[in-house]
Nanobody
Framework: VQLQACGGGLVRARESLRLACAAS????????MGWYRQAPGKQRELVAT???????NYRDAVKGRFTISSDYAKNTVYLQMNSLKPEDTAVYYC????????????WGQGTLVTVSS
């Protein structure tokens, strides 16, 4: 699976951005997709996930501000980020898990989100 992420940019605090991750195959066949982020000098951390059945999960710091969703027709997963904070500044990575007997993890390239105060 190839993943192509886009949508990052420079915004001010309290503004919004939407990230998109396009998969090279039907996301119906992908067990779960998600977004991770890595800030300078910090470890990569999970932001949000969505399963093929539509179940979602968020890290506490983004609950109520970020929304992950899927567009099956476009094989794309989105991350709508509202009320952005400077601490959301990071490189955001798209991730996919495919389980067919064995579990295989795929990563897209990162997209930089910078939030100024």
């Amino acid at each position: 699976v190839q993943l192509q992420a886009c949508g990052g940019g420079l915004v001010r605090a309290r503004e919004s951005l939407r990230l998109a991750c396009a998969a090279s195959r039907s996301i119906f066949s992908i067990n779960a997709m998600g977004w991770y982020r890595q800030a300078p000098g910090k470890q990569r951390e999970l932001v949000a996930t969505i399963t093929s059945g539509g179940s979602t999960n968020y890290r506490d710091a983004v609950k109520g501000r970020f929304t992950i969703s899927s567009d099956y027709a476009k094989n794309t997963v989105y991350l709508q980020m509202n009320s952005l904070k400077p601490e959301d500044t990071a490189v955001y990575y798209c991730n996919a898990w495919v389980v067919t007997g064995i579990a295989t993890n795929y990563w897209g390239q990162g997209t930089l989100v910078t939030v100024s105060s």
